[in-house]
């Protein structure tokens, strides 16, 4: 992504957006890591740009982004917080620097448990501005997504397993579903890449078997809501592989017998169409029995809110439905 195209996508939900000010500080970080190079080959600039296209899913502010682009400055290069301080006034530097300190809670292979929450602890206390959190999360997500460019494997390893055990919780605690979901599913490809390629290909199977009959469960179930003028939205949600691996070695349950696979999101306006259409869904297809949840009315730890039930669908297959309002919906997903 170019420069160009991240100001264009943040003008659209911040239209009094400073672009100058944003180019500037992407001339800046620029400028300042000059020749340096990603493991990939690519330009050093490039990584803090895909952190800032990250964050644009999040709707962060402009100071967020500037943070972003410049987050590496400090350590990789010659430019230092009073020269980002001069340039970008007091809180970017305030928040750069957070994310500075935050790169210096490190990971040691084969931590003990206790030492792993008390990591967290540190990490979340180290941020006392939760952009700065943000910011260290679409870093780590993107260093995940090129982690393939990392020669030595023993190191992949450690940031898989460092990922996992801290910025995967805090994606989490955060409600980040999106992030966490991610992240997940590369440290899995790192730390157990046989049970991943395993998992994989089971999922895959599946969803080419099952491809026609979730199409049909759509348009049966748009065509009902829409008779009961219900305005709806209805997406697929396949359930990341690690979660998938995870169930099957905590439950002894075989692959087959994991019912949320793949869940059908349905958003609707308000609460009281959550509860309308889950009737609807009933009245559609047999429930299964005890497999409604109501995390509208009791919200999970994090704040995460749908009613889920699990029904007989078409042709008798078991089909997982997730029912949420707009607001529900961004607040999993990216915890806005």
């Known amino acids: ?11 659209e939900y911040m239209p009094d957006l400073d672009d100058e000010r944003l180019l500037e500080a992407y001339e800046f970080a620029r400028d300042a890591h000059g020749d340096q190079k990603r493991n990939d080959g690519s330009p050093y600039i490039m990584h803090p740009l895909s952190t800032c296209a990250i964050l644009l899913n999040y709707k962060v502010d402009e100071d967020t982004l500037i943070t972003a682009l410049l987050h590496d400055v400090p350590e990789d290069t010659n430019a230092t917080i009073k020269d980002i301080e001069k340039h970008f006034g007091k809180k970017v530097a305030y928040l750069v620097q957070g994310v500075t300190k935050l790169s210096k809670v490190y990971y040691k292979h084969n931590m003990a448990e206790r030492q792993i929450e008390s990591l967290k602890r540190l990490f979340i206390h180290s941020a006392e501005d939760l952009r700065i959190i943000l910011v260290k999360l679409a870093d780590r997500l993107h260093n995940m997504r090129t982690l393939e460019f990392v020669s030595i494997p023993g190191k992949r390893l450690r940031i898989s397993k460092e990922t996992l055990e801290i910025y995967v919780p805090i994606a989490n605690l955060l409600g980040i579903w999106e992030i966490k979901s991610e992240m997940e ?7 157990y890449p046989t ?6 290909e089971l999922v895959e199977t599946s969803a080419l078997q099952n491809d026609n009959i979730l199409k049909s469960t759509v348009r049966k179930i748009q065509s009902v809501l829409k008779s009961k003028r219900i305005k709806a939205k209805i997406q697929a949600r396949r359930k990341s592989l690690y979660s998938i691996f995870k169930k099957m070695l905590h439950t002894g349950k075989t692959f087959h017998d994991i019912y949320d696979l793949i869940a059908l999101r349905i958003i609707v306006t308000n609460i009281d169409n959550c509860y309308r259409t889950l009737g609807i869904i009933h009245q559609t297809f047999r429930p299964k029995h005890k497999r409604i949840k109501d995390y509208i009315a009791v919200p999970k730890v994090n704040g995460y809110q749908s009613l889920h039930t699990t029904v007989f669908g078409i042709d008798g297959t078991i089909t997982e439905f997730q029912i949420r309002t707009e607001t529900m919906h961004l607040e999993s997903e990216y915890g806005i």
């Open 1 to 11: 992504m170019r420069i160009g195209t991240v100001i264009k996508l943040a003008k």
């Open 195 to 200: 049970d991943y390629e395993k998992t994989r």
């Open 185 to 191: 599913d590369l440290c899995f490809k790192y730390i």
